[in-house]
């Protein structure tokens, strides 16, 4: 028993007496212990419900604690009546209550944060189920592990679990404790149970049988760095989200996390190798930097979907070619060959119609030796010529310690109008944004897909002021994707990027879509199949994956139907933030002369 308030008069002593009551399976109650006071039996009416619901499943027996107010907390447990052999009767259950003050000393808040814990939630996810930031949750759980006297937050929750100390509702819903008895009782309480029950014992008990096995999602995180924290986080946050509100046909989606050395040629190959290993129902993922069809033989053995923002026109080939080989790996990213007729169709439009006058229509590309790190191709260079622009080779530099000043000597020696930095490392970005300040070329900086990622604006600073960029997949600042932000930011006490957060968000919805209309996530092909049936609009724009190569489309490179494909959003850094420029009609801002081009024709 949980220790009791003392209390003075003959009235409160009726109140702090443990009580039993009788709960018929139809509702009723009768006192079975005299001591019951009115006031207290007056109180039951919200229990209730919970206690015929316990009659519905295979429980003899639970616990749990129910807060009437931060002052009135009891300590509640189930037990299971079983009527006299051949009375008639419905089986009912016996309620105990029993005032406690806060065990542990724990606070309310605290208390639905260790019930969360028991269900086996990421700080992430209790974050979400109660609407808090992620450091608010971790705070949270370190606050209960040291008042339970425990070492890790598994200790906790097993002593929560032996002792009771799980609140009814749960917060947030009963599927966040899967089949644990306060989670069944909760589900069956508010309808949210599964229908299918049996009855070996007739007149007596019917038990619920236990849901799925959670579905596991394997996640690729890109390394160390700001771009793995992207993937993680927007993945986390939908797969809260989902499970919130009761899973993919009542199934919890399980992450498991396998990082990818972004400096290891075989690190990919080998992240696909673990998360198959975990026999995970299907893949999702960012980029990678290096690439090889061999890297995917794992996971083809395998055989799941595998589903990233990669923007791999190669990889587009391999599946078009060879869809008996790769038909479950998907892209829902446009590919890499966007980036550069995206840039010259920017170009020209901003020469048209954006008060951008260049002197001579001459574009520098800066690229890298890495996978999809090279768009110019033949397409981008033909695009140019129709447009009268020119295009000169690229010039290369390496992936890591680049020697920035050589570099922009060069381009400042070729008077274009544009040079277009294709280097996809945030920090390279940044670094060689402020070189290229400090050099004083007078040509307007076009960079891909790095100041997507917050470090960009935080290494750059004041000198990031007036870049344009691009992605092919990017974050709408529509209700959408400012509702997106808005959760993401109060989840984990950061605004998200513009690009692989919400891309990663994304991935997940539209898997879960996919699960919800096969009768079993296991079935890799029917899933597969569904991936490519569905239309799905995301905070990142739309996806349509049943292309012959299984990539996303690009509006309006690609499609001319903004509600098939993903706008090839092009941003200008402005006041710190970052303002869409292009497309209409996602356009929220005017094109604003860099401060280092000023008085520059």
């Known amino acids: 028993m949980i220790e009791t308030h003392p209390h003075e008069s003959e009235n409160d002593a009726q109140e702090s007496a443990c009580v039993a009551v009788r709960v018929s399976a139809d509702g009723e109650l009768a006192a079975v212990d005299s001591r019951a006071g009115v006031t207290l039996l007056e109180r039951l009416d919200p229990l209730v419900r919970f206690a015929v619901a316990f009659v519905h499943t295979h429980l003899r027996q639970t616990r749990f604690i129910w807060v009437v107010d931060a002052r009135s907390w009891y300590a509640v447990s189930l037990s299971r009546e079983r009527p006299p052999a051949g009375d008639g009767a419905a089986a009912g259950a016996i309620m105990e209550l029993e005032p406690s003050p806060p065990p542990y000393g724990l606070t309310v808040r605290e208390l639905d944060v260790l019930t969360l814990i028991c269900g086996g939630l990421s700080n992430p996810e209790i974050a979400v189920h109660l609407t808090m930031s992620t450091r608010t949750a971790s705070t949270h759980v370190a606050h209960i592990i040291a008042k339970l006297g425990q070492s890790s937050r598994a200790g906790a929750a097993a002593l929560a679990i032996d002792q009771g100390l799980l609140r009814l509702p749960v917060p947030g819903s009963g599927r966040a404790l899967g089949v644990l008895g306060v989670g069944l009782i909760d589900q069956i309480a508010c309808g949210l149970a599964p229908t299918e029950m049996r009855t070996p014992d007739p007149g007596w008990q019917r038990v619920l049988r236990p849901r799925l096995q959670p579905i596991r999602l394997g996640t690729l995180i890109d390394g160390p760095g700001s771009d793995g924290e992207q993937v993680r986080n927007g993945s986390a946050l939908a797969v809260a989200e989902i499970n919130s509100r009761g899973g993919v046909g009542g199934r919890m989606i399980e992450q498991v996390l396998a990082r990818v050395d972004g400096a290891g040629a075989d690190s990919f190959g080998s992240a696909l190798a ?12 960012g980029n990678t930097l290096f690439l090889t069809a061999d890297d995917y033989t794992s996971a083809r053995d395998h055989g799941c979907p595998i589903v990233t923002a990669m923007t791999s026109a190669e990889q587009a080939g391999w599946v078009r070619d060879d869809p008996s080989l790769f038909g479950r790996v998907f892209q829902v990213s446009p590919t890499e060959v966007n980036y550069g007729t995206g840039t010259v169709a920017f170009l020209e439009h901003l020469r048209k119609v954006g008060g951008w006058r260049p002197g001579r229509r001459l574009i520098v590309p800066i690229e890298t030796p890495v996978h999809a790190g090279r768009p110019f191709g033949p397409l981008a260079h033909e695009r140019a010529a129709a447009a009268g622009w020119e295009v000169n080779d690229p010039l290369l530099v ?8 050589p570099v922009i000597r060069r381009v400042g020696a070729a008077e274009p109008a544009a040079v277009v930095v294709t280097h996809f490392l945030p920090a390279e970005a940044a670094a060689f944004q402020r070189a290229f300040v400090r050099a004083g070329v007078p040509a ?6 790095a100041p997507s990622v917050p470090a960009f604006l935080r290494e750059a600073g004041a000198d990031a002021e007036g870049v344009v960029w691009s992605t092919v997949t990017g974050t709408y600042s529509d209700a959408l994707g400012e509702g997106f932000r808005l959760r993401y930011l109060a989840s984990f006490g950061e605004a998200p990027g513009r690009s692989l957060a919400g891309s990663a968000f994304d991935q997940v919805h539209i898997l879960a879509l996919a699960w919800s209309r096969v009768r079993d996530a296991r079935h890799f092909g029917n899933v597969a199949d569904e991936l490519r049936r569905i239309t799905y ?7 349509m994956l049943g292309s012959p190569d299984q990539t996303g489309r690009s509006y309006p490179l690609e499609t001319s139907d903004p509600s098939l494909g993903q706008a090839h959003l092009v941003f200008q850094i402005q ?13 929220e801002a005017r094109f604003r002369t860099p401060p280092w081009t000023a008085g520059a024709r």
Do not use: K, T
């Open 444 to 449: 307007l900086v076009y960079m891909i897909y």
């Open 537 to 543: 609009r995301g905070v990142n724009g739309s996806y």
């Open 575 to 587: 006041g710190g933030a970052h303002r869409v420029l292009h497309p209409a009609p996602y356009a």
């Open 398 to 405: 390496p992936l890591h310690d680049v020697d920035w000043e």
């Open 274 to 285: 673990r998360l198959a290993g975990e026999d995970v129902d299907a893949i999702v993922g």
